[in-house]
């Protein structure tokens, strides 16, 4: 048993087992809510999805439909933290380094939704905080599960490469980039006062946390 688990931690297998993990999470949102899976699948109907979950039947953070996306998005985001890691700076890729860097993922989006939380109930830059998480949650999922199916399948088959990670590296920053700036947009369109509020927000909790974690691990 003791070798078992030890050929796991210093071998690729927790990747494959992390992989089918991951397809496990996604077959489960499907037998917890059939109906909104069914919307969660079709990215191009994401306004509908927007219109009728976040806003028509007010949209609930603890969920557990929304908590396992959370996990998808931790568990995605930490793996490909991890293999930029290994393919940039050479950093071992095992189980304890992925936990590890899981662990302070997870805490860091804990936190930030807490100071999110706090700084909308003084500043009130965000007049339907809900929907503004709901946005980001269902939005970052579709990425990171496309992201993550997709460097785990070329991790295993040994195909991955420093240039590929770069240039998805960059194609995810213009993305997420772009979808902030949608919401952004809309907010100071609404309130043209807040766009000094959602300048420092971007600067203190979406750039600044970043870097900082890119420091630590």
Not at 112 to 124: A, E, G, Q, Y
Request: charged share 10%.
């Amino acid at each position: 048993m003791e070798f078992w688990i030890e050929r796991i931690l210093h071998s690729n297998n927790w990747v494959q087992i992390l992989f089918f993990l991951f397809l496990s999470i996604i077959l489960t949102l499907k037998l917890i809510d059939p109906i909104q899976f069914s919307f969660f699948i079709k990215f191009l109907n994401f306004k509908q999805y927007i219109r009728r979950y976040s806003i028509d039947r007010d949209f609930n953070f603890f969920n557990l439909f929304y908590i396992l996306i959370l996990v998808l998005i931790s568990t995605s985001l930490s793996f490909l933290i991890l293999v930029c890691n290994n393919l940039f700076f050479n950093i071992n890729l095992s189980l304890n380094e992925y936990l590890q860097t899981l662990a302070l993922i997870t805490m860091f989006i804990a936190a930030r939704f807490f100071f999110t939380n706090f700084i909308n109930t003084t500043l009130k830059i965000f007049p339907d905080l809900k929907a503004y998480y709901f946005k980001n949650i269902i939005f970052y999922g579709y990425i990171l599960i496309a992201a993550m199916g997709l460097v785990s399948v070329l991790y295993l088959q040994d195909l991955i490469s420093i240039i590929f990670m770069k240039l998805l590296l960059l194609i995810l920053v213009l993305i997420f980039s772009f979808h902030h700036l949608v919401i952004f947009k809309d907010y100071i369109k609404a309130n043209p006062k807040n766009f000094l509020y959602l300048f420092y927000y971007i600067c203190a909790f979406k750039i600044a946390p970043w870097l900082w974690m890119s420091k630590i691990l």
